[in-house]
């Protein structure tokens, strides 16, 4: 007879994406058609976060939050927000785990997707595609990690 506490009859952790989709999306360029003829070189303002809510046993909503403003001057050249969400099935993982796989690998998987509908949004727009650059959700975990032991956050893993 097999002892209960066996780690081998421990169950398998789990990771089954169940859906991914766009949340909410919003593209605004104020100053066009005007602004197409702006000559003074760009800035880029992005601001990215993610978070998780827990919808069910083993069944979590992790959304990325991706927000893009480019100015020339004073000016908005356009303003792009993205949120990319997915439904994940996770079971048998530990809970001190949990933080690691909703703050990093879901969202790992989920920002290929919001990347690509910024690129789409600033194209349909009339704009060269906005490229964004890869995110190392693993540093940006671990700086949440920092400011909640500093001070109680609210959940939200924002950058």
């Known amino acids: 007879m097999a002892d209960p506490t066996d780690a081998t009859e421990a169950p398998q952790p789990q ?65 792009v927000e993205v949120q990319q969400a997915g439904l994940f099935h996770i079971e048998g993982v530990p809970p001190e785990q949990m933080g690691w796989v909703l703050g990093v690998t879901c969202p790992n998987v989920l920002f290929p997707y919001a990347r690509q509908v910024v690129s789409d949004a600033t194209v349909a727009g009339g704009f060269p595609p906005l490229l964004l650059a890869p995110v190392n959700f693993e540093v940006l975990y671990q700086q949440h990690l920092q400011r909640q032991q500093a001070a109680p956050a609210d959940g939200q893993l924002t950058h």
């Open 15 to 79: 990771f089954n994406i169940r859906r991914i989709y766009l949340k909410d999306m919003s593209f605004e360029s104020p100053r066009a058609p005007q602004i197409f003829d702006a000559t003074t070189q760009p800035q880029i303002d992005m601001q990215l976060g993610a978070g998780a809510t827990q919808l069910a046993d083993n069944l979590h909503e992790v959304v990325v939050n991706v927000t893009a403003t480019v100015r020339s001057g004073e000016d908005t050249v356009f303003l």
